[in-house]
């Protein structure tokens, strides 16, 4: 895609309000970010990712980088989304939606498409769960984020040193769970 090869001109376009310009950054980075939002389990990855790309919109005139520091810049919007999210839910508990108003909707989906994810999203969040939450984050940042150390650093206000070693610790545990769920033949 031209975009990857010419981000200053997208980020000019869209700070003249271009609405392709907008629907380009959305696209090159949603994905990632959503991606981030649900392995780090948001109650509506879908609603914190459009918070989040609202707050791109309302601050993307105080931005100022190239693509690897805008990506960075998005990632670190998407956590503290997080961790708003966090504590507006430890003061308000959710109540579950009544039986009648699901039964109401219904099934939605290709149930076997569904199983898939749903298994899918199982073990990753199995692997994810035996990470501490710092290690969560800095796995997710790596990896889905496509963060430098240092850009995860600054996101998660820690030091390099202390990301690599969270980030070495927490990728020592998945491969050590990994490595106890092989199966031979």
Sequence with gaps: MWFRSNFAAVLRAARNGEEWAWRALYTEHAPALL???RARRADQPEDLLGEVMLQV???LPTFD???PQF???AFTIAHHRLLDEARRAARRPAEPMPAPELERLGPLGDAEEDALRALSAERVG????QLSPDQQ???LLRVLGELTVEQVADVMGKSPGAVKALQRRG???IRSELGSERVTL
């Design 171 to 173: 990728l020592e545990t």
């Design 57 to 59: 919109v309302r601050d």
């Design 126 to 129: 199995h692997l994810l769960a």
């Design 65 to 67: 980088g190239g693509k």
């Design 137 to 139: 984050n800095v796995v």
């Design 71 to 73: 990506r960075a810049w």
């Design 35 to 37: 991606g981030y939002l």
